[in-house]
């Protein structure tokens, strides 16, 4: 064959195979959700998420295919088509449930080969919080705190540090569970092995 080696190429001239493949997968992925996300209450729910990302510190991390995806699973459901809200409120209690925590049946990646989680880029740190603060909004939720939820003109912030009042309801922020193991505990568990 007459083309070079990737790995060997010249990378002052030639574009780095890591670049290329995350490239291909972006396509991949556009491909993916143009063709199956047809749903007006999917594009809407994307785009409230990516304000969450914006807006909300637990969601900083969550890259845009899995919020696609996220959004994507959260308007599926067989036989029927839900309007947005149920699609809003379902979306958060999946999080809440911990569909993308470790050892969760999770959403597989339906652009890679084999079974890939969706989160799997994520620390466990970062899967906790973004299911720790979805219980938070679930509840205020529950209490009637979608104006401040979804950080409407003149609306309150959802605070995920202090209990916030929802009509006489105080909603206390949810607590992490995940503990970053120590360096004792990460020498013992080598030891182990």
């Known amino acids: 064959s007459s083309g070079i080696n990737a790995e060997y190429g010249d990378h002052e001239k030639h574009i780095k195979l890591e670049h290329l493949k995350n490239s ?11 063709e199956n996300a047809f749903q007006s209450s999917i594009r809407v729910m994307v785009r409230i998420l990516k304000d969450f990302k914006r807006r909300i510190p637990f969601f900083k991390n969550a890259n845009p295919w899995t919020i696609d995806l996220l ?20 979306c958060l209690q999946l999080l809440a449930a911990g569909i993308l925590l470790p ?19 994520m620390s466990y740190e970062h899967q906790d919080e973004l299911s720790c603060g979805a ?13 401040e939820i979804l950080g409407m003109n003149g609306a309150r912030r959802v605070t995920f540090d202090t209990p916030i009042m929802f009509d006489g309801v105080i909603v206390t922020p949810s607590k992490l569970a ?11 568990t080598n030891a182990g092995s």
Do not use: N
């Not at 291909?24 to 143009?34: M, P, S």
């Not at 959004?71 to 379902?90: D, E, K, M, Y």
């Open 24 to 34: 291909l997968a972006a396509i991949r992925h556009a491909r993916w959700f143009e």
């Open 71 to 90: 959004a994507h699973h959260s308007a599926s459901v067989t036989g029927s088509q839900l309007t947005i809200p149920l699609v809003f409120r379902r």
């Open 103 to 121: 050892g969760s049946a999770s959403i597989s990646d339906p652009c890679e080969p084999g079974f890939v989680k969706a989160h799997s880029f």
């Open 135 to 147: 219980q938070t909004l679930l509840r205020a939720l529950a209490h009637g705190g979608f104006r």
């Open 178 to 188: 995940y503990e970053k193991p120590t360096e004792t505990e990460k020498m013992d």
